[in-house]
C-alpha cells in the first residue's frame, strides 16, 4: 500500500503540524508488520550500532506514470495531453516512511541515504529495503567512526516484538 502523501498526511493546528489519522495508521501498520516480514531486523539493528550509515532505499510503484493522451491528436493534430508523463511526486510520500522506519528501528533519521524510483505497475505499493554504508563514504572522518560506542536499544523487544 502506497503511503499517503504530504497533503493528506499533516493537519495544522494553530502552529502546530499534526499527523493525520490515516498517517498514523499507516505508520503504525508499517512499524508492526516490519517486524514480522523481516526476521533479521534486530541483527541488521545490532550491527548499524551507532556508527553506520543506513541506505533507505524506496521503489514506489504506480498505477501509471504516463498521461494516456500523449500520443492521441485532437481534430486540429494537437496532443491531448499537455504533458508525457504524470505529476507524481514520490518525494512528499518519503517522511512519513523515513520516519516510521527511524520509529521501527531506533536510528534517527538523520543516518539515512535515500534513495526514491517510481516504477508503473499494476500493483501499487512501496517496497522498502535497509543497508549499512560505511559514513566515511561520505567523508565522515575515520576518528568519528571509530570513536562510537554500540548503545543501540533493542528495539525489537521494545516495539513489542518477540
Given at each position: 500500500q502506497l503511503p499517503p502523501s504530504v497533503n493528506e498526511m499533516y493537519f495544522t493546528k494553530g502552529k502546530r503540524r499534526i499527523l493525520t489519522s490515516k498517517a498514523k495508521a499507516y505508520k503504525q501498520r508499517l512499524i508492526t508488520g516490519a517486524w514480522e516480514a523481516c526476521p533479521g531486523l534486530n541483527e541488521f539493528v545490532l550491527a548499524a550500532g551507532d556508527t553506520w550509515f543506513i541506505l533507505l532505499e524506496l521503489d514506489f510503484y504506480f498505477e501509471s506514470l504516463v498521461n494516456k493522451g500523449w500520443l492521441a491528436k485532437d481534430r486540429a493534430?494537437?496532443?491531448?495531453?499537455?504533458?508525457?508523463?504524470?505529476?507524481?511526486?514520490?518525494?512528499?510520500?518519503?517522511?512519513?516512511?523515513e520516519d516510521a522506519v527511524s520509529e521501527c528501528i531506533g536510528i534517527d533519521d538523520s543516518r539515512f541515504q535515500v534513495n526514491v524510483r517510481k516504477h508503473m505497475s499494476p500493483e501499487t505499493g512501496v517496497s522498502i529495503q535497509l543497508s549499512l554504508i560505511d559514513p566515511t563514504t561520505y567523508g565522515v572522518p575515520d576518528e568519528y567512526v571509530d570513536s562510537a560506542v554500540s548503545g543501540v536499544r533493542n528495539v525489537r523487544r521494545q516495539a513489542g516484538g518477540s
Amino acid at each position: 500500500q502506497l503511503p499517503p502523501s504530504v497533503n493528506e498526511m499533516y493537519f495544522t493546528k494553530g502552529k502546530r503540524r499534526i499527523l493525520t489519522s490515516k498517517a498514523k495508521a499507516y505508520k503504525q501498520r508499517l512499524i508492526t508488520g516490519a517486524w514480522e516480514a523481516c526476521p533479521g531486523l534486530n541483527e541488521f539493528v545490532l550491527a548499524a550500532g551507532d556508527t553506520w550509515f543506513i541506505l533507505l532505499e524506496l521503489d514506489f510503484y504506480f498505477e501509471s506514470l504516463v498521461n494516456k493522451g500523449w500520443l492521441a491528436k485532437d481534430r486540429a493534430g494537437k496532443r491531448k495531453a499537455t504533458q508525457r508523463y504524470k505529476r507524481i511526486d514520490a518525494s512528499n510520500r518519503v517522511k512519513l516512511l523515513e520516519d516510521a522506519v527511524s520509529e521501527c528501528i531506533g536510528i534517527d533519521d538523520s543516518r539515512f541515504q535515500v534513495n526514491v524510483r517510481k516504477h508503473m505497475s499494476p500493483e501499487t505499493g512501496v517496497s522498502i529495503q535497509l543497508s549499512l554504508i560505511d559514513p566515511t563514504t561520505y567523508g565522515v572522518p575515520d576518528e568519528y567512526v571509530d570513536s562510537a560506542v554500540s548503545g543501540v536499544r533493542n528495539v525489537r523487544r521494545q516495539a513489542g516484538g518477540s
